[in-house]
């Protein structure tokens, strides 16, 4: 345990990294002196964090993972293991194009599945969810299910976890089985209309 973290054995922490209360950084990760994260935040074994990065409160990211420069991270995103971010769009070796980073931003409570693919520049909404393997490479809307290569909306998600079952008729509402919240269909976007 160091300055209110816990950092394994085998870890590298750079110097200048800013790490929240209640974190934790396990077996031989790598966080890079820039890099700012939140509190309660769960890097797993393998993981790499760049200079350029935000992760903000309570996210979770589990083994294999390497969120490299230009993404953020908003509270409580989910990476699942081996899931892969870049931040060129047309990498070449021989060509330097670190001044052509794309932004990425994943935004609160979305999860991205295992060995799921985010291409940079791409914005994933609140509480989407990105299935296991797909490969996004446009903008995702709030409480999306996405799946496929490329990655192609079949549904929609609470913010619990669950499948809605919601028509594609503008107006629709569901009731969440698990937390009683309301959700409803409007323009084609899904909102949270009741509920914590």
């Not at 054995?9 to 790598?30: C, F, K, L, Y």
């Not at 409570?109 to 940079?120: F, R, S, W």
């Not at 995702?140 to 990655?151: H, T, W």
Request: one cysteine or more; a negative charge; charged letters at 20%.
């Amino acid at each position: 345990m160091t300055d209110n973290y816990t950092i394994h054995p085998t870890a590298i922490i750079d110097e200048g990294a800013q790490i929240g209360v209640d974190s934790r950084v396990w077996h031989w990760a790598h966080v890079c002196g820039g890099a700012k994260i939140g509190k309660e935040v769960s890097l797993g074994q393998n993981v790499f964090v760049g200079n350029k990065v935000n992760i903000g409160d309570k996210c979770k990211i589990q083994n294999n993972v390497s969120v490299y420069d230009n993404v953020t991270l908003e509270e409580g995103v989910f990476c699942g293991p081996s899931m892969v971010f870049t931040n060129v769009y047309n990498p070449r070796s021989l060509i330097e194009r670190k001044n052509e980073y794309r932004d990425t931003l994943i935004k609160k409570g979305a999860t991205l599945g295992a060995n799921c693919t985010i291409v940079c520049g791409v914005t994933i909404g609140a509480y989407a969810f990105i299935g296991a393997g797909a490969v996004v490479n446009k903008d995702v809307l709030d409480y999306a299910l996405m799946v496929g290569v490329p990655a192609v909306q079949i549904g929609w998600m609470s913010e619990y976890g669950e499948q809605l079952e919601l028509s594609l008729r503008d107006g629709d509402q569901i009731v969440s089985d698990s937390t009683g919240q309301q959700y409803q269909l409007m323009s084609g976007v899904v909102q949270k209309v009741y509920g914590n």
